[in-house]
């Protein structure tokens, strides 16, 4: 089946650690997002990649890192400079091909501070 | 980019009853997208509605668009418990689109 994976679904974190969220998708899209989502708000765009071996930040990039190496993943990191990560993170990929094109979401991963 | 807003931010009805949702937004847009999110879930792409299209239909969704006004509405008829989800839109506005999300209209149907 095509689709978005997300792992781990659940995650923690103690402080002042780095850790990585996984995102990898079969759909052959270029375009690769991750959202990060807090309790009753919408969705803050953190890094989006257009294409291979290119990304751009969003709106709260700052404390967050990514790659990608290879059109299928689009791993983020949450470094210990993110002073507070507990949140909901979203990945989602989008094909190019054409305007009317939707986004597809991988079942987030609930990252806690401990 | 271009940001939608969610109106309601919450909603709570009986099952039975029809849910109204709107989106408004601030440029010109070429499509306009809803989406569904249960809760602790991804988001599920429900409907795209084009900037030349004014009403659109997808079994009990029905999305109308306005560009005049800048804003479009989701009714969900004869709602069911398991509808009971966040509602977002999002636009594009042609060029790099990047999908942008308001905060969602939470609804809750009542069984």
């Known amino acids: 089946d095509g689709g978005i994976t997300q792992s781990p679904k659940y995650l923690f974190r103690k402080e002042g650690q780095n850790v990585t969220l996984s995102c990898e998708q079969n759909l052959n899209h270029d375009a690769m997002y991750w959202y990060r989502q807090d309790p009753g708000q919408g969705l803050r765009l953190i890094y989006y990649s257009q294409i291979v071996n290119d990304f751009q930040k969003g709106d709260i990039a700052e404390g967050y890192s990514v790659s990608r190496e290879k059109k299928e993943s689009f791993p983020l990191t949450v470094t210990s400079a993110q002073k507070n990560p507990t949140a909901f993170y979203l990945c989602a990929s989008r094909g190019t091909g054409g305007f009317d094109t939707e986004a597809f979401f991988g079942q987030g991963t609930r990252l806690t501070v401990v | 980019s271009q940001q939608g807003e969610e109106d309601p931010q919450a909603l709570s009805i009986q099952e039975g009853e029809n849910a109204t949702m709107n989106c408004s937004y601030k440029?010109?847009?070429?499509?306009l997208q809803w989406y569904r999110q249960n809760s602790g879930r991804g988001l599920v792409h429900l409907i795209l509605?084009?900037?030349?299209?004014r009403e659109k239909h997808s079994g009990r969704l029905r999305v109308t668009l306005d560009t005049s006004k800048k804003s479009s509405s989701l009714l969900i008829t004869a709602s069911r418990a398991a509808d009971t989800a966040s509602y977002f839109c999002a636009t594009r506005t042609g060029g790099s689109y990047i999908p942008t999300f308001g905060r969602g209209t939470s609804l809750i149907v009542h069984p």
């Open positions: 440029t010109s847009i070429n499509n």
């Open positions: 509605i084009r900037s030349n299209e």
